[in-house]
């Protein structure tokens, strides 16, 4: 999906960016119903809500990792990432409607949800804590338990995110495979 099509020689690619993190500013919001949920569509039309008052229109604002999820039993219950408001009454998602067993009068939520899943959030405080103990408070003990602590929840995140670094090979073809070199078992 890049363009233009990188040539062959080299074939890595190194994106470098800077990761910007919204504060959370935006309260659950709740007001109206939805209706018009279609499984494999990307757009919710919302009835006696009044999305333009809380949010810009028209424009992107997934940086803003607003998401929304609608409320089983009418909804399947996950949260899509929302990618832009059109109007008071109509909003485009990031990605499409997986299974809506209901399609009208549907409650909702729409949430601004932190970049750092929750499973990981403890990694801030004891991140503080090392720093904590090595400057304010010397404490070795509390510092190298705080630091087992931290290194612990990164290998988790290291395991679920990976890095952010991707070697791309664009010049390499797979090998097609003959079925004439298989050897098949007679099976009866």
Known sequence: MFWPIPSTSGNVITFNYKA?????SFADYTTGTLSGITVGSNVITGVTTSWAT???TGIDISFFNLHIRITPPSGDGIWYPIQR???ATEVVLATPIQYAPSSTASAYTIGQLPLLQEDFHDMLVYGALKTYFTSIVKDKTSFETYSI???ERLDLLEAYAANKSVNVDLGAQPIPNNPNLFIYANQQ
């Open 54 to 56: 809380p949010y810009p």
């Open 20 to 24: 910007r993190v919204p504060d959370l």
């Open 85 to 87: 408001f059109n109007s």
């Open 149 to 151: 602590l931290y290194a």
